[in-house]
C-alpha cells in the first residue's frame, strides 16, 4: 500500500512538473517527487534500517542541495530574464 | 482492517489529497503550502511505524526547511503588493503573548534526556559530510550570485 502511495505522489508530481507555467511550480512539483522517494524507501526499513535509514539521510540532503542550486537558478533566470515562466527559460530541451 | 492499516491509508490518502491541491491551485503561495502539508502526511506515515529518528530529520530538514524555504521563494514571487500592518492589533497581540509566556513559564518542566539520539553517534560522519556538502553548495551558490551582479 504504501508504494501505492509513492506511486500516486509520483503520478501527481510529473503531471504538476509537466503542466507548470513558471519555475517555482517546478519546484514545488520536485519536492513532492522527494517526499514520494521517501515514501518508497520505507518498506527498505523492515530489511535493513540502518541501511534504509543512511538512504533516507542521502535523500534528505540531497532535495535541501537541489532547492538550493534551483533557488539560485531561479532568482538568477528572475535577474536575466525579468521572469520565471518557463517559456523563459530556452537551454536544456527542445526550443523548436 | 486494523488500526495501523486505517492510519496509513488515512494518511496517504491525506499526502495524495494535498500533492493534488498543490497541482490544483492557481496561486503559488498556496501550492508550496500544500506541499508542506502533503510532507507532513509523508512524515506521519514514519511515526506510525515508530521511526522516530525519520520523523524527526523529514519534519526538521525536509518540512522545516526544504518546505518554509519554498514556501517563502514562492510567496516572494507571488507578492504583488505589501499588506499594511494595523497598529490597533499590537496592543490585544502582546497581551496574549504576555498570557501565553505566563502560562508557559508557570508549566511543568520535563527534563530532557538524550533517548532516542543514538543515531547521532551513527551517522555522525555522514551527516557531517552532508553539511559540508551543503556549505559549498551555499557558498558556490553566492559566488554565482555576485558574478550576475545580485
Known sequence: MIVAIAVALLIVAYLMAISAKDLIRLLISL?????????????????????????LLVAIF??????LVLITAIVITDKMRKGVEVEKVSVGGDIF | MDLQTLLISTLGALAVISAIGAWLTRDNFYSALYMSVAMIFVAGIYAVFNLQPAVVLITLVFVGAVGIVTIAVAATFRAKTARKINLFWTLPILVVLAIVAYAYSEARKIPISSTGLEFVGDYFLLIVFLISMMVLVMLSAIKILRRVGL
Open chain 1, 31 to 55: 519536492e513532492l517527487m522527494f517526499s514520494a522517494v521517501f515514501l518508497a524507501i520505507l518498506p527498505l526499513f523492515s530489511i535493513s534500517a540502518t541501511m534504509a535509514f543512511a538512504i
Open chain 1, 62 to 67: 540531497t532535495s535541501s542541495a537541489e532547492l
